[in-house]
């Protein structure tokens, strides 16, 4: 369609101006034309505007039809003929060895546009009065806004004399040589002040009329110079040709706007907001535990999040999301038990319930400032939100088309609280996948809405992380993590702040049960709540390194180390906690979109003990996990992903049988 307006840009004044040079007789006898001038013939209408017709005066000799700009017109067909006899009342232009001005104009009581010889119809005019209705009452209107807009035009466009003097067109563009014969023959294109043409920005009918007047005027000037052989046979065969071409498209396309033009009206009379969108995602799992150890059943659970996220700039996100589910880990008990663990939970146990219950599990606001990322969070935040991870193919935000696990998904460190508060990331750079060399610093409260005593933004709960994060061509990424937290009496250390993103009951989601609490470890099958205050608060200091190395774009690996020091606040009870993993991701294997993972490394354990300056025999056995996992991409929003979680020695202790964890993972993704 484009096309066609530059097209037809570039051949209507080379036709109105032979309709001149036909009805000035009189030049035309005085100077012959070097080449065949013949007249123009019916051209498609452009609907909207009011008929302006010129007509010879009643003492010229009788010429051909000359075509009309009809208001009235609805489809691509030929414009109607008016000549002389049919429109007596109109406005005549007389032969003259001059050409037409606005003082010849005047001449005949008629206003004229400022700089132009095209009239504006007085409304008490002889004109109006006689002009058929419908008709001329609209040129008044039609005129002024045509007048308005060749005004605008003069006042903020500059003519220019080279089509090079436009900086924004090149040769390579397609309209280039439709443009330069604008400027070359007729010399009626203008230019922006600082020196581009716009040729992209959307343009009114009003704005073409006005073009179209400032290339008439140029006509003129070269009807008045005697050069009226530029109107040629084979400039309007050529416009014929066109309008004979794409006449069916034109059709076509106008019936597809119509239609388009309508859905876009229902959709916006109908349409749930015009700053939101929803993520969705909905997972169905049907997964068992292999082991003599448990007598566990195969089951076949479910979890939905839908994420309302609005964006009030374009740049910022304010994200509301609702979660339920049903699903429970295997190997942890509630009540806890000297046997519970929560080694092995799979992201779909993150859930906020085991009976689909509906709950607000997430709401939290990110925007840019200056360089920096700004995280507010008022429920459910985690480190993960804002810091990068360093995991790529393994991690999705515990969603479902990643890993299976927890803790293949993200280095624990960043499981230590979580809540409410605040994170912010000074990045330098991009990196899409690794995120951008930065350093990043965050606050997060485990019961910031709670006002009574341990709980609050700064007397309970809480995790304050500072990570420096390095980058090289989103393809070697190293990060360095610390976490300082606080833990009330009871609570476990690597469980998401116990906030409602984590599981049913706050539990811990990664780790061995000495790990998270270690008044409850087990020594020679013997507990030690005896020798530790369980009313006493923990204080720990976490240390992570990660690191991500992807040699291609189908070959990944990426890893992590940490460490956690565990004190008492009340007494001398101190505790050291270790962990470490390593994958290997094969990205697009077999079908793009596709993830083969492989993850082995170690949960959470506490490695040692010590009261009162005194070490405590612990078991601190080895469990190690190992996971496989095979995501196939079947549609755009559909994959399918069956894998296998391996737990040796349960809760560190290898005198528990190994936990062998089979699953069949679909997520809907919308």
């Keep these: 369609m484009a096309k066609f307006i530059w097209k037809s840009l570039v051949f209507s004044p080379a036709v109105l101006g032979a309709a001149l040079v036909v009805s000035s007789a009189a030049i035309a006898a005085q100077t012959p034309a070097a080449k065949e001038v013949i007249q123009p013939q019916t051209v498609e209408a452009l609907p909207e505007l009011q008929p302006v017709a010129i007509a010879t005066a009643p003492e010229t000799p009788t010429v051909s039809p000359i075509p009309v700009i009809s208001a009235n017109a609805e489809k691509s067909e030929l414009g109607q003929k008016v000549t002389a006899t049919e429109a007596p009342e109109q406005l005549a232009v007389a032969p003259s060895q001059e050409p037409a001005t606005a003082d010849s104009a005047q001449a005949l009581g008629v206003e004229t546009i400022e700089g132009t010889s095209l009239p504006v119809m007085p409304a008490e005019s002889k004109l109006a009065q006689t002009a058929p209705a419908g008709n001329t009452v609209g040129n008044n209107s039609v005129l002024e806004q045509i007048n308005r807009y060749s005004q605008e035009g003069n006042n903020s466009q500059s003519q220019v004399t080279n089509v090079s003097q436009l900086s924004d067109v090149e040769p390579t563009d397609w309209a280039y040589e439709a443009l330069r014969s604008l400027v070359e023959r007729y010399g009626c294109i203008a230019g922006y002040p600082d020196g581009t043409y716009r040729g992209n920005r959307a343009m009114s009918r009003y704005e073409f009329a006005a073009g179209l007047n400032a290339c008439l005027l140029q006509i003129e000037k070269l009807i008045a110079a005697s050069t009226a052989d530029f109107v040629t046979k084979e400039d309007l065969a050529t416009l014929q040709r066109l309008i004979d071409e794409f006449g069916a498209e034109l059709a076509t396309l106008r019936t597809r706007v119509d239609n388009l033009e309508g859905r876009v009206t229902f959709l916006e009379n109908h349409q749930f907001s015009t700053t939101t969108k929803l993520v969705g995602e909905a997972i169905f799992a049907v997964t068992d535990e292999f082991s003599d150890r448990e007598d566990t059943n195969t089951i076949f659970g479910d979890r939905v999040r839908l ?236 240390y992570g390194l990660q690191a991500a190395l992807r040699l291609s774009d189908r070959f990944s690996v990426s890893g992590f180390v940490g460490k956690t020091d565990i004190s008492s606040v009340q007494n001398s009870t101190r505790g050291d906690v270790w962990y470490y993993g390593l994958g290997v991701a094969f990205p697009d294997l077999g079908k793009r979109g596709n993830i083969l993972g492989i993850f082995a490394g170690v949960e959470p354990y506490l490695a040692g003990l010590e009261v009162q300056g005194s070490p405590v025999g612990i078991k601190n056995d080895l469990s190690y996990h190992l996971e496989g996992f095979y995501k196939y991409q079947l549609t755009d929003n559909i994959s399918v992903t069956p894998g296998i979680i391996w737990i040796t020695a349960p809760n560190q202790n290898d005198d528990n049988e190994d936990a062998v964890i089979g699953t069949l993972r679909t997520t809907f993704s919308f």
């Design 307 to 542: 994420d309302f996220q609005t964006s009030f700039t374009g740049r910022d996100v304010l994200h509301t999301r609702l979660a339920a589910g049903n699903t429970t880990p295997f190997l942890a008990k509630i009540p806890l038990q000297p046997d519970s663990s929560f080694e092995g939970n799979q992201t779909f146990d993150l859930n906020p319930g085991n009976n689909n219950d509906i709950i607000l599990d997430w709401l939290a606001y990110e925007f840019p400032f200056g360089s920096s990322k700004v995280y507010l969070a008022a429920a459910g935040g985690i480190h993960a939100d804002y810091a990068p991870v360093l995991n790529p193919y393994f991690y999705d935000g515990d969603g479902g088309t990643a890993a299976l696990s927890s803790f293949a998904q993200q280095s624990p460190i960043y499981r230590i609280g979580g809540g409410a508060g605040i994170g912010i990331r000074l990045g330098v750079g991009t990196a899409p996948i690794l995120g951008p060399t930065s350093l990043t610093v965050g606050y997060l409260a485990d019961n910031g809405s709670l006002p009574g005593n341990d709980f609050g933004l700064f007397s309970g709960d809480y995790s304050a992380l500072a990570q420096l994060n390095f980058t090289v061509n989103d393809r070697l990424g190293l990060a360095a993590t610390y976490v300082h937290g606080y833990h009330n009496r009871g609570d476990g250390i690597f469980d998401l702040g116990g906030s409602p993103r984590s599981s049913p009951g706050a539990r811990p989601i990664t780790g061995t049960l000495g790990a998270n609490d270690p008044t409850l470890a087990t020594g020679t099958g013997a507990r030690f709540p005896l020798v530790l205050d369980r009313d006493s608060p923990m204080s720990t200091n976490s």
